[in-house]
Nanobody
C-alpha cells in the first residue's frame, strides 16, 4: 500500500512563504494524480492543488491561484507545494493525497491514500 508523509508546516507571518513536501512510498505513481487539500477548524476539507504524476498538468483552487505553486520530483516520488504571500485564512492542516488513476479531480472522496497532515499557521 501507499504511504504519504507531509513535512514543512509551521508558523509564519502574513505575507511570508512556506514550502510543503509530500514523500510517497510503497508503489509507483506513473499513472496517478497527487493533490493537496486543507482543513481549517470547523470547516470541510478543501481542495488546494493537484498535479498529474506522469503528465505534469496542474490545477489550483481560485483562492490560491497566483500565490501557490505545485511541483513534482519524479525521481524522489515527491510533490511540493510552494506557498507565497500567505494570509491568515490559509491557516489549516494541509494534507497530501494520491489517486490511483491519472484523471484529475478536486473531489477528496476520489483519492485513495492520505497523509497524516501538517499544520500551517499564518499569524496576522
Amino acid at each position: 500500500q501507499v504511504q504519504l508523509v507531509e513535512s514543512g508546516g509551521g508558523l509564519v507571518q502574513a505575507g511570508g512563504s512556506l514550502r510543503l513536501s509530500c514523500a510517497a512510498s510503497g508503489r509507483t505513481f506513473s499513472s496517478s494524480t497527487m493533490g493537496w487539500f486543507r482543513q481549517a477548524p470547523g470547516k470541510e476539507r478543501e481542495f488546494v492543488a493537484a498535479i498529474s504524476w506522469n503528465g505534469g498538468s496542474t490545477y489550483y483552487a481560485d483562492s490560491v491561484k497566483g500565490r501557490f505553486t505545485i511541483g513534482r520530483d519524479d525521481a524522489k516520488n515527491t510533490v511540493y507545494l510552494q506557498m507565497n504571500s500567505l494570509k491568515p485564512e490559509d491557516t489549516a492542516v494541509y494534507y497530501c493525497a494520491a489517486k490511483r488513476t491519472p484523471i484529475w479531480t478536486k473531489n477528496p472522496s476520489m483519492y485513495n491514500y492520505w497523509g497524516q497532515g501538517t499544520q500551517v499557521t499564518v499569524s496576522s
